[in-house]
């Protein structure tokens, strides 16, 4: 069964720090994939990235980058130079290739609380 | 824009009440879904639909059920509330079954007194 654990329930910084999202994911499966999803305070969800687990290349999108590593089975996620605007709680997630219809399990996600 | 919207964002329901949650997507996609979140959890998938009058349960179905009757209409109905269901209800759809990412309504806070 599919598992994804976000140890880190808040954390709070202050505007211009780096901080990493921890994700960290159980599969028995070889074909999955992964996403991150932000909520803000006005509740939808919003996708951020997904990678498939044939594609360990990191990834950077401006201000964020992903870091996948199979070896430890995580999916992190660092902002750089954070902004007031970045506090939402993040979500990762993980699919099966082998599930119908986009099962997807989240992790219970990660709020961050960014202080001006 | 693509946008999924759900008719209410605050919702108070008695113990025993049939409530109807509502989804509207306007995407054309296939497939529609409900999730519940809670804190500490997640969100947990309760119900999708791959196709008009089609469902599969998830992970969490009982005490809720659903309907599809138009593609861009997905349901969610508690037949007899109960306090255990005070939650945030979100809907969400996507274009195919595989694996695509989901676009979101901006939920429904369900309290049940």
């Known amino acids: 069964a599919q598992k994804v654990t976000q140890a880190q329930t808040e954390i709070s910084v202050v505007e211009k720090e780096d901080v990493t999202l921890d994700c960290v994911y159980e599969?028995?499966?070889?074909?999955?994939?992964l996403f991150w999803y932000k909520q803000p305070p006005s509740g939808e969800l919003v996708f951020l990235i997904r990678r498939n687990s044939f594609d360990e290349q990191n990834e950077i999108s401006g201000r964020y980058s992903w870091n996948f590593q199979k070896s430890t089975s995580s999916f992190n996620f660092t902002i750089t130079a954070s902004q007031v605007v970045d506090s939402a709680v993040y979500f990762c997630a993980l699919s099966e290739d082998n599930n119908a219809g986009n099962m997807l399990t989240f992790g219970g996600g990660t709020r961050l609380m960014v202080k001006p | 824009d693509v946008k999924v919207t759900q008719s209410s964002r605050y919702l108070v329901k008695r113990t025993g009440e049939k409530v109807f949650l509502e989804c509207v997507q306007d995407?054309?996609?296939?497939?529609m879904f409900w999730y519940r979140q809670d804190p500490g959890l997640g969100l947990r998938l309760i119900y999708f639909s791959y196709d008009v009058k089609m469902k599969e349960k998830g992970d969490i179905p009982e005490g809720y059920s659903v309907s599809r009757e138009k593609k861009e209409r997905f349901s969610l109905i508690l037949e007899s509330a109960s306090t255990n269901q005070t939650s945030m209800y979100l809907c969400?759809?996507?274009?195919?079954?595989?694996?695509?990412?989901?676009?979101f309504g901006s939920g429904t806070q369900l309290s049940v007194l």
């Open positions: 599969t028995r499966d070889t074909t999955y994939y």
């Open positions: 969400a759809s996507s274009l195919w079954a595989t694996n695509e990412k989901l676009f």
């Open positions: 995407m054309d996609h296939e497939n």
